[in-house]
C-alpha cells in the first residue's frame, strides 16, 4: 500500500475494500461500525453516535474545506486535496490512479469533494483514523448487478494535523482547526499559529534588545507582529476569508516606536499614533477553521506584499445545530519573574500586576436544507496596575483594555454546488494607558475594525472549444478602520517643584515633574474592494484568471494644536500676563521653551486594479515520473504612484514515481502600503518656539507674556508620489519533499533568496538637511536555508494519536536604512566601535533579525479516546550577537554620547504546552478543561534589560473551561 501525505502508518484499508462477495458485508458492517464516526447528512449512509462511558457521544459537524484542484490524474488530484484540507491519505494497491478525477473548486467537505473528484472513476474512498483510504469500488462478481461499497465516513479524532505544502505549494503551510487549538496559548492570538514555522520571526526588524516585563506589555491584547520571509511585520498580506485586512497606514515601528509607550521613554512624541497595527481586523483563533501561511512561490492570484501571506479561514455554519462557550483567566498570581540585570536595578522597581480574562460564545445550525447560520461573540479583557518609583512616592496606576469581537456569517448552498456567503466581522478594541510618573497623562488607544464581504461562487455546466469544469468566485468586501490616540490633555509640561510654596511641591520627589498629554491623533482607513477567480480546463490544462480592484481611501488628523514645554523660569517674581497662560504660573513658574505640533488633517484616495493569471502544465510522459510548470503573472496599478508594474511567477516541479519531488520557483512581489507614506506628507513638521521674560518694566519681576517666538522647524517629509518606482522583492526558492526513509512522515528542504530593489528610503541628499524626500535608494537581501519533518502516528508507545513535529532554519538578513519616519525627536546619535553614528543605524546592523539559528520542535497528543489532548512546542535558539547599551557614556568634542558596545546572547531553550480534558461527555455535550503553560522549564530568557524594568518574565500560566454541544 501506498502512503502519501504526513504519514506512512501501516493501515488495515484492505480490510475497509474487501466486499467482493457476500459472505464479506457482514464482515464490512462490524469494522465500519467499529471506527468512531460523524457522517455528514448528504452521505448515503447515516451512523450512530458513539458511545463513551455508557453515553452517546454528539456528532461533531463535518467542517468544509477552500478547494481549487482541476482536472488531474486522481494522484495528482489527491495530493493537492490533502494539502489543501491537511488530511493525509493512503491508497490500497491496485486501485488505478492514472485517470483523471473530476474538479473541485469551492467550498467542500472533504466527503462530499471526494464524491465529486472520484465521481465515474470506479475508485471510492474511507476515512479511517484521520486518513483517506482510497481504493476500489466493489463489485459481487456473482451478481448481474454490481454492489458497491459507500463511502464510509469517519471523523478523526482532535489529534492536530497540519500539511506541509510540496511541489507549487512548496511555499505554504496549512494548519488545521484542531492544530491551532493546540498551538495558541491561552491569549488566543492567532498569530501564534506560526511561531515554530522557521521562516517566521517574532523579533520584529530593528529592536535592539527587549526590555523587561513591563504592565503595558501584559495590557496589550493586539496579535504579534511577525516578520515573513525577512520582511517588514507591515509587508505580510493577511486574510479573512479571503478578503485583505491589512492596515495600509504605517505600523508603529514606521513611527517612533516599536510598542506600546512606557514611563522612561523619553523619545515620546506627539506625532506617534500608539496601536497601529498590520490588520485592521483582529480575531481569536477559536472563529477559525484553518490558517495557512504562504513564505515562497506565492500564486499571482495574491499581491501586496514582500513578505508572505497568511490566509485565515472562518468556521462555516454546520450542518446541525451546535454551541459553544469558553472562558480563560490568566494572571501576575499565576505567573513567575526572574530578577535579573547586569545593572543594579532601582530599589523600587516593582513586578507587573496583571489580570486577564477571555471570554467567547458561538452558535451555528441550519436554517433548512440550503440555508445555515453562525454567530460569534468574544470580548478578551486585562487590567494592570504598574507602580512609579520613589521620584512619584510609588503611586499606582491602574488601567484596562476591552478587545471584542463580533462575527455573523450566512451561507447558501444549492444543490447544484453553487454558494452565497456574507459575513461581517467587527471587533473594536480599546486600551487605555497612563504614566505612573508623568501626570495627566490618561488616553485611550483604539484600534476599532470592521470587515464585511459578499460572496457567490458557481460552478458552469459547460463544456466546448476545450473549455470545461469553470467555476467562478467572486467578492464584493468593503474593510474599515480607525486607529486613534483620545488624551484628556494636548500639554505636555516639565514642571520644577523646588520653588518655595510651589503649587506642585508635592507631585514628585525630584527637581522636575512631567504632567500632561498630547492631545488626540486619529488615522481611518476605508478599502471597497472585488475580487473574481475564474477556474477551469482548457485543453487539459488547468487555469486561474482573476482580477482585483480596490479603491482606498484614508484620513490622519490632529484636532487641535499639542505642545511640550521644556525649560523654565523658577520663582516668586514670575508675573503671567496673561491669566489664560496655560505655561505661566504666577509666583511660581514659566516655561520658556515648547515644542509645537499643528493641528492638521491630511486626506488621501487611490484605485489600485490587479489583473492576473496562471496556469498548471503537467506533462507525465517523463521519464521516472512527472514534470509539472505553473507560468503565472500579474500585473498591477495604482493611482498614487502612476506605475504599472508586471509581477511574474513561475515553478517547476518534478514529480518522481519514489514520492520525492523537486521544485524551483522565479517569483516577484510588489509592496502596497503606500497610506503610511501619504500620511507622513500631511503631517506638518513640528516648530520650536521661545520666550524671554520682561525684567525692565517692572523691576525685581519676570513678566511672561503669551507671546511666542519660532526659533526653529523640525523635520518635513515630502512625498507626493510621483516619479517613484514602487518597491518590490525579487524571489529564487528551491526544495525537495519526500517521505524520511525507514521513519516515514513528509520531510522539506528549502533554500530561499530574497532580493528587494526600489525600496523606500530617505534620499542620500537630505543629509544634514530639515526636509526628508523619498526615494527609491533603499535594498534588503534576504536568506534561508531550512528543513522541516513531520509525522503522524497512529499509535504511539503510550496509546493514542501524536504528531510530530521538528524543522531548523538559518537566516541572514540585511537591509538599508529607511530613515524617512524618524522624527525631530530622535535625531540623537550615539557611539559604536569608537565611531558617531545616528542611533537608528544600529537598526541596520543588527539586520540579521536577531536570531539567525534556531530549531522548533513539537508533539500533539491524544490519549483516552481522544479525552485527554496535549501540546509541547519547544524552541532551542543558538548564541548570537546584538548590539546592546554598555550603560556608559563618553564626551567627544563637548558632546556626551551613550556607549553601545557588542553583545553575546546566550543560547535558550523555550518550552511550551497546552493540555486539554474533556471532564464530563454526555449526549447533550462536553466540558473541557484546558489549561496552557508558556515557558515550562520557568526560564529568564536573555535579553537586555533597564535598571527600571529590570525582571524577566518565567512560567506563566492560563486555565479555562469550554463547553460545546
Not at 408 to 432: F, H
Not at 498 to 526: E, F, I, K
Amino acid at each position: 500500500m501506498k502512503t502519501t501525505g504526513q504519514q506512512n502508518t501501516a493501515h488495515s484499508t484492505s480490510e475497509v475494500g474487501r466486499c467482493r462477495a457476500w459472505k464479506d458485508l457482514l464482515f464490512c458492517a462490524v469494522a465500519s461500525s467499529a471506527l468512531l464516526a460523524v457522517t455528514p447528512s448528504n452521505l448515503l449512509h447515516a451512523q450512530e453516535n458513539p458511545v463513551i462511558d455508557d453515553t452517546p457521544v454528539p456528532l461533531r459537524a463535518s467542517p468544509s474545506y477552500r478547494f481549487d484542484i482541476p482536472s488531474l490524474p486522481l494522484m495528482r488530484a489527491l495530493e493537492q486535496l490533502s494539502q489543501q484540507a491537511g488530511i493525509p491519505f493512503s491508497v490500497q494497491d491496485g486501485t488505478n490512479l492514472a485517470m483523471n478525477g473530476q474538479a473541485v473548486i469551492g467550498d467542500f467537505s472533504i466527503e462530499n469533494a471526494l464524491l465529486r473528484m472520484l465521481e465515474g472513476t470506479g475508485v471510492t474512498f474511507a476515512v479511517a483514523d484521520g486518513i483517506l483510504v482510497i481504493s476500489p469500488k466493489l463489485s459481487n462478481q456473482s451478481l448481474d448487478a454490481e454492489i458497491v461499497t459507500a463511502p464510509i465516513s469517519v471523523s478523526a479524532n482532535r489529534t492536530p494535523t497540519f500539511q506541509l505544502g510540496t511541489g507549487a505549494a512548496s511555499g505554504s503551510t496549512v494548519y488545521s482547526e484542531d492544530m491551532i487549538g493546540a498551538v495558541v496559548q491561552g491569549d488566543s492570538d492567532p498569530n501564534k499559529i506560526f511561531r515554530a514555522n522557521p521562516n517566521v520571526q517574532y523579533v520584529i526588524a530593528g529592536q535592539r534588545g527587549e526590555e523587561g516585563a513591563t504592565a503595558t506589555a501584559e495590557q496589550d491584547l493586539r496579535p504579534q507582529n511577525i516578520s515573513i520571509s525577512g520582511a517588514g511585520v507591515d509587508q505580510n498580506n493577511f486574510m479573512l476569508d479571503g478578503v485583505g485586512i491589512n492596515s495600509f497606514g504605517g505600523t508603529e515601528s514606521n513611527y517612533n516606536d516599536s510598542n506600546m509607550p512606557e514611563d522612561d521613554d523619553n523619545t515620546i512624541n506627539a506625532d506617534t499614533l500608539h496601536g497601529l497595527h498590520p490588520q485592521t481586523v483582529y480575531v481569536d483563533s477559536n472563529i477559525l477553521e484553518q490558517a495557512e501561511i504562504i513564505d515562497s512561490n506565492v500564486s499571482a492570484k495574491y499581491g501586496g506584499f514582500q513578505g508572505g501571506v497568511v490566509n485565515y479561514k472562518v468556521k462555516n455554519p454546520s450542518n446541525e445545530p451546535t454551541f459553544g462557550a469558553s472562558i480563560k483567566r490568566g494572571g501576575s498570581n499565576w505567573n513567575d519573574y526572574h530578577l535579573k540585570s547586569e545593572e543594579t536595578p532601582d530599589a523600587a522597581a516593582k513586578e507587573p500586576i496583571y489580570e486577564k480574562w477571555f471570554y467567547s460564545a458561538s452558535a451555528s445550525t441550519p436554517i433548512n436544507d440550503n440555508w445555515g447560520m453562525l454567530v460569534s461573540a468574544g470580548r478578551r479583557t486585562a487590567e494592570t496596575t504598574k507602580t512609579a518609583g520613589d521620584d512619584y512616592y510609588g503611586r499606582q496606576v491602574t488601567t484596562s483594555t476591552e478587545a471584542d469581537n463580533v462575527l455573523g456569517k450566512l451561507r447558501y448552498e444549492s444543490d447544484t454546488g453553487a454558494a452565497i456567503t456574507t459575513q461581517i466581522v467587527y471587533a473594536p478594541y480599546a486600551q487605555e494607558w497612563e504614566a505612573s510618573e508623568n501626570y495627566d497623562s490618561r488616553m485611550d488607544i483604539i484600534g476599532t475594525g470592521l470587515t464585511t464581504y459578499v460572496g457567490l461562487e458557481k460552478p458552469f455546466e459547460y463544456d466546448g472549444y476545450g473549455v470545461s469544469n469553470l467555476f467562478l468566485d467572486t467578492k464584493l468586501s468593503f474593510n474599515s478602520s480607525e486607529n486613534a490616540r483620545d488624551s484628556e490633555s494636548n500639554v505636555r509640561r516639565q514642571i520644577s517643584t523646588t520653588v518655595a510654596g510651589s503649587q506642585y511641591a508635592d507631585l514628585c520627589d525630584a527637581s522636575t515633574c512631567v504632567t500632561g498629554w498630547y492631545g488626540d491623533l486619529s488615522q481611518t482607513q476605508q478599502d471597497v474592494g472585488y475580487t473574481a477567480d475564474l477556474t477551469g480546463d482548457i485543453f487539459g490544462t488547468n487555469f486561474l484568471l482573476g482580477a482585483d480592484i480596490h479603491r482606498l481611501s484614508g484620513t490622519r488628523e490632529r484636532s487641535a494644536d499639542a505642545y511640550y514645554a521644556t525649560t523654565r523660569t523658577t520663582g516668586t517674581n514670575v508675573v503671567c500676563a496673561s491669566a489664560d497662560d496655560i505655561f505661566c504660573d504666577d509666583g511660581d513658574q514659566a516655561n520658556r521653551r515648547r515644542t509645537k505640533y499643528q493641528a492638521f488633517e491630511g486626506s488621501v484616495s487611490f484605485v489600485s486594479t490587479a489583473l492576473y493569471n496562471e496556469y498548471t502544465l503537467l506533462f507525465d510522459h517523463v521519464p521516472f515520473g512527472e514534470l509539472e510548470f505553473r507560468p503565472g503573472a500579474r500585473l498591477e496599478h495604482d493611482t498614487y504612484l502612476g506605475n504599472t508594474n508586471l509581477a511574474p511567477r513561475f515553478n517547476a516541479t518534478y514529480y518522481t514515481d519514489w514520492d520525492i519531488s523537486f521544485n524551483a520557483g522565479w517569483n516577484r512581489y510588489y509592496a502596497a502600503n503606500m497610506l503610511s507614506y501619504a500620511f507622513q506628507d500631511a503631517t506638518p513638521a513640528t516648530i520650536s518656539e521661545t520666550r524671554t521674560a520682561d525684567t525692565t518694566t517692572t523691576p525685581g519681576s519676570s513678566i511672561f507674556y503669551d507671546d511666542w517666538a519660532a526659533s526653529s522647524s523640525g523635520i518635513e517629509r515630502s512625498f507626493a508620489g510621483s516619479g517613484l518606482s514602487t518597491p518590490f522583492s525579487d524571489e529564487q526558492t528551491a526544495s525537495i519533499s519526500f517521505p524520511l526513509p525507514f521513519l516515514g512522515g513528509m520531510t522539506r528542504l528549502k533554500w530561499l533568496e530574497r532580493k528587494g530593489r526600489d525600496q523606500f528610503s530617505r534620499s542620500s541628499t537630505d543629509s544634514g538637511s530639515t526636509e526628508y524626500n523619498l526615494s527609491n535608494e533603499g535594498s534588503s537581501h534576504y536568506t534561508s536555508y531550512s528543513a522541516e519533518w513531520s509525522r503522524e502516528i497512529g499509535s504511539g508507545p503510550f496509546g493514542g494519536r501524536h504528531v510530530f513535529n521538528v524543522n531548523g532554519q538559518y537566516s541572514e538578513r540585511r537591509t538599508s536604512n529607511n530613515s524617512y519616519y524618524v522624527t525631530s525627536d530622535e535625531t540623537e546619535s550615539v557611539v559604536y566601535n569608537g565611531q558617531i553614528i545616528p542611533s537608528m543605524d544600529l537598526d541596520v546592523l543588527t539586520g540579521n533579525l536577531d536570531e539567525p539559528i534556531f530549531f522548533n520542535i513539537s508533539l500533539f497528543s491524544s490519549f483516552d479516546d481522544d479525552r485527554l489532548r496535549t501540546g509541547l512546542t519547544g524552541r532551542y535558539t543558538m548564541d548570537y550577537t546584538t548590539i546592546t547599551d554598555s550603560g556608559s557614556n563618553t564626551t567627544i568634542d563637548g558632546t556626551t554620547y551613550d556607549v553601545y558596545e557588542d553583545g553575546e546572547e546566550k543560547a535558550r531553550f523555550d518550552l511550551d504546552m497546552t493540555l486539554d480534558y474533556d471532564v464530563i461527555r454526555r449526549e447533550k455535550g462536553v466540558l473541557t478543561l484546558n489549561a496552557s503553560i508558556e515557558n515550562v522549564l520557568n526560564r529568564g530568557g536573555a535579553h537586555t534589560l533597564s535598571s527600571s524594568t529590570p525582571y524577566r518574565k518565567g512560567r506563566t500560566v492560563w486555565l479555562g473551561l469550554t463547553y460545546t454541544y
